[in-house]
Every structure is written in structure tokens, then in C-alpha cells.
């Protein structure tokens, strides 16, 4: 079984623009996560979808968002990006909810802003 | 408060010797759920094992094994005979069921191991 997937491995923006990020699920898995990591807040939620709703976000400003498709594809988009918007971004997927499902990686998304 | 703290922020050893990762949590709930993860240097968070809050058995897979004590509110995790591809970063994480809105995985900051020949 294919694992989580992550498009693209390795971005860089400039500030002011935007970002879209493409995760795709392990195959039946209907929740996707989604989490920056930073060297120095670490792992922090962004949000969750589950059968193409939004069912948790993390303390996030609005310019951070994202979606999920019928096939549970998820996107996520960063707009007028920022230097502190440089992370690992990670994507997880899951059979259920989140709740106590171990959630499935994928490799990341390595965005750098300049 | 919800919270995670791996207060061991990097350890060292060197190949063969056990070495013992901790894990404290803080919450309320009687109801969670526990933890561990594995990321190599290529990034990719590994699930380790998952504990439910009513189940303080011990576990043993292999070299790994992970003592949980509701009455320390520890989640440690215990290499034996440790080998240079343990050597990354392992994160302990909480999550409560029954949060609602505030239903997430919380992480601890990680504790880097690095296992040398």
C-alpha cells in the first residue's frame, strides 16, 4: 500500500506570494492533518479534514488554509507568505477522526520564504 | 493545560548501550491518548506505538519497549543494545478524544538521539 504522498518535496517563495501544498492520502484513509514544524515551536496542528470538512483548526491566522477533496486529497494554501512561514510542513492521514487512530506521515513539504 | 515535555533535549550514547527517552504529560482528561514517533534525518515522522489512557501495560516490540505510569504521568521509552540507525529525533504526543474543537495531537519539542559506533 502506497504511503502518504507530499507535493511538492521543496519550495521557495518570496514574500507576498502564496503557496499551494498537495497531500494524498494513504489509500481508504478519510482524515487528513495537517502540521508545521519548526526549529523553534517544533510540531504545531494547522488543521484537520475528515470527509471533506474542516473538523479541528490550530491557532493559525487566517492566511493558512486548506481543503480536502471527494477523494480525500487535501490541499493546503498559505497566502502573503512570511519569513516566519518557513517550516516543514507535514501532512498525516487516517483511517477515522483523529482521536486515538495513529495518524501516518508523509515526508513533508519544505517551504523556505525570502 | 494540555502538555508535553520531553525535558531531554538531545542525548548521545554510544552503539549497544540502552538509552531511555521520557516523556511527562499534563492533562486532565481521563480519557487520552499517547504517543510516540520517530523522524529520521530524511524527515518522515514514523509511528511508534499508541497508548490509551486505561491501559498501563508495558510494551515490548523488539528493542523497543515503553513504560506508561498514570501516577508520574510518564510515557517513557526504553532502546536496548541501541544501533546507529536509531539515531533521530522521537516525539511523545497526547491527544484527548473527547476535546471537541480542541481535539489534536500536542507534541513535545522532541529529544534527539545519536546512536555512535
Known amino acids: 500500500k502506497a504511503g502518504v504522498t507530499q507535493t511538492p518535496r521543496y519550495l521557495i517563495k518570496t514574500r507576498g506570494q502564496q503557496v499551494t501544498l498537495s497531500c494524498s492520502p494513504i489509500?481508504?484513509?478519510?482524515?487528513v492533518s495537517w502540521y508545521q514544524q519548526t526549529p523553534g515551536q517544533g510540531l504545531q496542528f494547522l488543521f484537520e479534514y475528515f470527509s471533506e470538512t474542516q473538523r479541528n483548526k490550530g491557532n493559525f491566522p487566517g492566511r493558512f488554509s486548506g481543503r480536502q477533496f471527494s477523494n480525500s486529497r487535501s490541499e493546503m494554501n498559505v497566502s502573503t507568505l512570511e519569513l516566519g512561514d518557513s517550516a516543514l510542513y507535514l501532512c498525516a492521514s487516517s483511517l477515522g477522526e483523529t482521536g486515538g487512530n495513529e495518524q501516518y506521515f508523509g515526508p513533508g513539504t519544505r517551504l523556505t520564504v525570502t | 493545560a494540555q502538555k508535553v515535555t520531553q525535558a531531554q533535549t538531545e542525548i548521545s550514547v554510544v552503539e549497544k548501550e540502552d538509552v531511555t527517552l521520557d516523556c511527562v504529560y499534563e492533562?486532565?482528561?481521563?480519557?487520552?491518548?499517547l504517543f510516540w514517533y520517530k523522524q529520521p534525518p530524511s524527515g518522515e515522522l514514523v509511528f511508534l506505538i499508541r497508548r490509551n489512557s486505561f491501559d498501563e501495560q508495558n510494551e515490548i516490540s523488539g528493542r523497543y519497549s515503553w513504560n506508561f505510569q498514570k501516577s508520574t504521568s510518564s510515557f517513557n521509552f526504553t532502546i536496548t543494545a541501541s544501533q546507529v540507525v536509531d539515531s533521530a529525533v522521537y516525539f511523545c504526543a497526547l491527544i484527548r478524544p473527547n476535546a471537541g474543537n480542541n481535539r489534536k495531537l500536542i507534541w513535545g519539542l522532541g529529544t534527539s538521539l545519536a546512536v555512535n559506533p
Open positions: 489509500s481508504g484513509h478519510r482524515s
Open positions: 492533562t486532565r482528561d481521563t480519557t487520552y491518548y
